[in-house]
């Protein structure tokens, strides 16, 4: 997830202007807000919620 992650922040800090900290900072939603408008409205998801709960188990931060 290491490469995933640095790229999408390159897409964040490029789209919305964030900086590290707001992009390790932000939800998921945040980060699907942001990208929304760039997203056709009929566009199928490419990454659900069962995705993302099969990466947090995987990745755990240590989070509650």
Request: aromatic fraction near 10%; avoid cysteine.
């Amino acid at each position: 997830m290491g490469d995933a992650a640095l790229s999408l922040l390159g897409v964040m800090a490029r789209v919305a202007g964030w900086r590290p900290d707001d992009f390790w900072n932000a939800t998921p939603a945040d980060v699907r807000a942001v990208l929304a408008g760039w997203v056709e409205a009929d566009a199928g998801a490419s990454f659900d919620g069962t995705a993302l709960a099969a990466l947090m188990e995987k990745f755990p931060d240590g989070r509650d």
